[in-house]
């Protein structure tokens, strides 16, 4: 398979700067190699570029930071990812924080139809501006590209992903409009409690079943590392407690990725300011060669 990754480092998204360095540290830590090592080739390597002259993060709107700076990036960012797949490649997209994805998640809808996503994370990122306690983008990705947010954010999307067929694992923190959302739109959900509690062959059956029902052909994977419990991933900006440990996350992911095509990936919000002694870093390159193991295999 080959692979284009694309480079978003950005804080914009969470207002807390050392996120952007998360790309460059794994590239400088052998990532190339060990990708190439799971038999794929490296097409290219590509930086979006960010733009870091700011003065006010409330300048352009009100309710989210860092407007235009985000609204630019993830719009150069939506062009790439779709130009890898029109290349036939796959778009590896590394950050930075979880906004990014408004950018990699819209060049993956508007270029395929009959779309899913497999949203791994500890938060559900559905919110919008008037819902976000914070005001931070990293928190509103999902609910763009379902159609729900400000409007030059959702009309990059020329089509809207279908709110059913997302499907969102190691979520335990969520606030009262994404619970909301879920509970309206039908999501499909796994907390921790039912990741741990539920046979994992159980899980990946009905989800097999309901993508076979509703002929979903192509899947975006979203990774965002704060799903792991926050004793694993000191180096992230948002731990949260009770959350999925490395053995069961592998466990699941083995047999998941034989049942679903995946066409990309977002893998976020790994900070290398905040890590210890590594442990973030190593954690973050063992799952990706884990999981490009098994891509598209």
Known sequence: MKLDIINMATFYGCDRKGVEFGPKV??????????????????????????????????????????????????????????????????????????????????????FEDTGVIWVDAHGDLNTPSTSPSQNAHGMPLACSLGEGHPKLTSLFKRKINPKNVFLFGIRSLDKGEKDFIIKNEMHIYDTNSFNLLNHDLMISTLKKYVEKNKIKNFHLSFDIDAFDETHVPGTGTPVKNGLYIDEMKSFFDKLLSSINIVSM????????????????????????????RINK
Not at 44 to 56: A, E, G, L, Q, R
Not at 78 to 85: I, M
Not at 273 to 289: A, G, R, S, Y
Request: with cysteine; net charge negative.
């Open 26 to 111: 794994l590239l400088e830590n052998n990532l190339e190699s060990i990708l190439e090592n799971c038999n794929h080739k490296i097409n290219k390597i590509i930086d979006i570029p960010v733009n870091y002259n700011h003065t006010d993060k409330f300048k352009e709107n009100k309710q989210i930071k860092y407007f235009d700076e985000i609204l630019t990036s993830v719009k150069l960012l939506s062009d790439e990812v779709y130009k890898s797949y029109s290349e036939n490649n796959f778009p590896l997209i590394l950050g930075g924080d979880h906004s990014l994805s408004i950018g990699s998640l819209s060049g993956f809808s508007n270029f």
């Open 266 to 293: 977002d893998f976020v919000e790994f900070n290398p300011l905040l890590d210890k002694d590594n442990q973030t870093l190593n954690l973050c390159l063992d799952m990706l060669e884990f999981l490009f193991k």
